[in-house]
């Protein structure tokens, strides 16, 4: 029996000479290894005689790569190329971005863009192009449904019935493993023990899955990976983890964010429900998702303090809230049926609230971007928190809670329990319409009309031992004079005075007059003596009654 199979094994060998074969082998790996090369070919293109246009337009962006075909290695561009965006920056410059495209369909990651400098001349272009397009018959229809390719990534991929947001199945032209496949690519979110952020390759033709990749980062790629978490009103959040190993537990995840260069972090910690800090720890998942009913004030409060942190370092160059890094650190569930958050100088906490009043205050951006703006007031102006300067505390960390949250003018719209509303409460305080807001706490009412002021004609004179001389109510005045402002010349520019009045012009005892001013200054600082700017600036305080 033995030795028939030897003598076969031994034709076989004979029949195909092992070096054939292994050359074969290596020849076409050599192949297929050229071939994805050239279908993602870099491209950086520097001019140092640049061509000059009448405008920093895609035509004449076009028009460049006409000219330059054997430059960039781009054939026809007027065919193969679909402008994705034009955008202009700070420095002038204007930078045309297209998909390269055969028969209409975009071919996956090939994109190039033009730079034109704010001459209209261009100075460079780079991206990455496929250049065994026009060397392949790519036959672009397909013969699948894009429902049916829908079923086949869901399935592959074990999605559950419930996603994060609707898939979605787009038609594209994907160079894979030596081929430029006509292929759907399905994009699936889900959460779950394993999240997911799928893209699936779905043959077009055939139905076969080319390729997929999960979306979400894994640990052992970064030091801080993507997870994904449900928040206080059921809304997904994606968010930055961290993989932590416990002794007897194995890996479990931390809501700890190390993914921003030179800050030290962004950690939310457990209060449970005490009101003890040394009890209080770093809040820990058992998985990537955060969707329990008890990680919702948690996930919020993550998912927000980064909100606030990108805002204040993209807008202002602020990095954390000391300007140096700080880490941001947020307590969760504190107490029981606090309705309350609060800035202690070092960190955020926030309350469950009570049910009646309020819900989880975490739910809120603009709450989270009201505490933290205190944080960089603290390390800013410092303004005292009492009186005048206690109310300008309040006005510049709810102004930064609307630019931050800017959806409205309002301040707490999403905090607010189901019974609150239901009375008509359904905010915090309005930077436009402070008076359809009642004061609430009637030993801060009793000093005033009884509703926010929208002038100093309503201030309300109250001693500091009620709400600090008025820290929170007498707010709405100078909250108003923002509002006016804002409507009139932007919320970005507003952000751009506001922030450097903050941290350039005022000092701990300010008043509402020295904001005024400081306002005023920065407004010429930033856009001239005499500007439409400074000249909003003047009115929105005149239109609330500070001088």
């Given at each position: 029996m033995i030795v028939p199979v030897v003598l076969s094994l031994g034709l076989m060998a004979g029949a195909i000479p092992v070096n054939s074969v292994f050359a074969q082998q290596a020849n076409q790996a050599q192949?297929?290894?050229?071939?994805?090369?050239?279908?993602?070919?870099?491209?950086?293109?520097?001019?140092?005689?640049?061509?000059?246009?009448?405008?920093?337009?895609?035509?004449?962006?076009?028009?460049?790569?006409?000219?330059?075909?054997?430059?960039?290695?781009?054939?026809?561009?007027?065919?193969?190329?679909?402008?994705?965006?034009?955008?202009?920056?700070?420095?002038?410059?204007?930078?045309?971005?297209f998909h390269q495209s055969i028969n209409g369909l975009n071919v996956e990651g090939a994109e190039m863009i033009v730079h034109f400098n704010e001459d209209n001349e261009v100075v460079s272009v780079n991206g990455r192009i496929n250049q065994t397009i026009t060397d392949d018959a790519v036959d672009t229809a397909a013969s699948l449904s894009s429902d049916a390719a829908l079923r086949v990534a869901l399935s592959d991929v074990n999605a559950p019935k419930e996603l994060t947001y609707e898939p979605t199945a787009d038609l594209v032209v994907y160079p894979f493993e030596g081929e430029n496949h006509t292929a759907y690519k399905v994009n699936v979110n889900f959460m779950g023990d394993e999240p997911g952020n799928w893209f699936v390759f779905v043959d077009a033709k055939t139905g076969a899955v080319i390729d997929k990749y999960n979306g979400l980062m894994h640990a052992e790629e970064m030091k801080t990976q993507k997870g994904a978490g449900k928040g206080v009103h059921g809304d997904h959040r994606e968010i930055h983890i961290t993989q932590v190993k416990e002794s007897g537990t194995g890996t479990k995840f931390?809501?700890?964010?190390?993914?921003?260069?030179?800050?030290?972090?962004?950690?939310?910690?457990?209060?449970?429900?005490?009101?003890?800090?040394?009890?209080?720890?770093?809040?820990?998942?058992?998985?990537?998702?955060?969707?329990?009913?008890?990680?919702?004030?948690?996930?919020?409060?993550?998912?927000?303090?980064?909100?606030?942190?990108?805002?204040?370092?993209?807008?202002?160059?602020?990095?954390?809230?000391?300007?140096?890094?700080?880490?941001?650190?947020?307590?969760?569930?504190?107490?029981?049926?606090?309705?309350?958050?609060?800035?202690?100088?070092?960190?955020?906490?926030?309350?469950?609230?009570?049910?009646?009043?309020?819900?989880?205050?975490s739910a809120g951006l603009d709450v989270a971007a009201h505490e933290m703006t205190h944080g960089v007031i603290t390390h800013s102006a410092n303004l005292v928190y009492r009186h005048q300067p206690g109310a300008l505390n309040e006005s510049f960390a709810d102004v930064f809670g609307a630019l931050v949250d800017d959806d409205d003018w309002e301040i707490g719209e999403d905090i607010m329990a189901p019974a609150a509303k239901a009375d008509g409460v359904t905010r915090l305080r309005s930077l436009s319409d402070p008076n359809s807001v009642v004061v609430s706490n009637p030993q801060r009412a009793a000093y005033g009309s009884g509703v926010y002021p929208a002038h100093m004609d309503e201030y309300y004179p109250m001693p500091t031992s009620v709400d600090n001389g008025g820290v929170h109510v007498n707010s709405s005045i100078p909250n108003h004079a923002a509002y006016l402002i804002g409507e009139e010349i932007g919320r970005q520019k507003l952000g751009q005075i506001y922030y450097r009045a903050l941290t350039v012009y005022l000092t701990p005892n300010s008043e509402f007059s020295d904001a005024r001013r400081a306002i005023v200054q920065s407004a010429i600082d930033l856009y001239g003596e005499g500007s439409d700017e400074e000249a909003a600036v003047n009115a929105g305080f005149d239109a609330v009654g500070i001088y």
């Open positions: 192949i297929s290894k050229k071939w994805n090369e050239r279908a993602n070919v870099p491209l950086f293109v520097k001019e140092r005689i640049a061509d000059k246009f009448s405008a920093s337009t895609p035509s004449n962006a076009l028009a460049y790569l006409e000219k330059n075909a054997v430059k960039t290695g781009i054939k026809n561009p007027g065919k193969n190329l679909k402008v994705k965006g034009v955008e202009k920056d700070e420095l002038g410059m204007t930078h045309v971005r931390a809501l700890a964010d190390y993914a921003h260069k030179n800050l030290e972090g962004i950690f939310t910690y457990d209060a449970k429900n005490d009101n003890n800090a040394s009890n209080d720890t770093l809040y820990v998942g058992n998985s990537a998702a955060f969707v329990g009913d008890y990680d919702r004030a948690a996930v919020d409060a993550h998912y927000n303090s980064e909100k606030v942190y990108d805002y204040f370092l993209n807008e202002h160059g602020r990095n954390s809230l000391d300007g140096k890094g700080m880490a941001i650190v947020s307590r969760v569930h504190y107490g029981q049926n606090y309705n309350n958050a609060s800035w202690n100088g070092r960190w955020m906490t926030y309350g469950d609230g009570d049910g009646e009043f309020f819900i989880s205050l």
